[in-house]
């Protein structure tokens, strides 16, 4: 349902930029909703996993349409520049070669550049 947006005069410029900004106030409400109900679901889930370990029942909860599993998750730091330089200092002892090979990685990261519109309220 994607429609392409043409502006041939200024009318329609002037339609399309109150468009982006009721768009942009919606998805703000909706984000922020978004944000308060995952903060609410993690409260209930952390109540519920603290529940199902200190008590020691069964990991599968029975619920009207389905099962909820509470089940072990690993989650992986992020591949930082600060975390692979410390884990090649622990291989690499010369500190100038680690610097290098840190400043090798950031100069040859791509870069795209793109316009965008950038919204700021008073």
Known sequence: ??????????????KCIQNFVTIDDNLKLINEKTKLL??????????????????????????????LKVSEKKEYTPL????????????????????????FLKDKREIKTSLEIRRTKK
């Open 38 to 67: 995952k903060e609410k679901k993690q409260k209930l889930s952390t109540v519920i996993c603290d529940y199902v370990e200190d008590n020691n029942i069964n990991k599968n909860i029975k619920i009207t349409d389905g099962v």
């Open 1 to 14: 349902m994607e429609q392409q947006i043409v502006t041939t005069d200024k009318e329609n410029l002037i």
């Open 80 to 103: 930082s520049y600060g975390y692979i330089e410390d884990c090649l200092s622990q291989i690499i002892q010369d500190e100038n070669k680690v610097s290098y090979i840190i400043q």
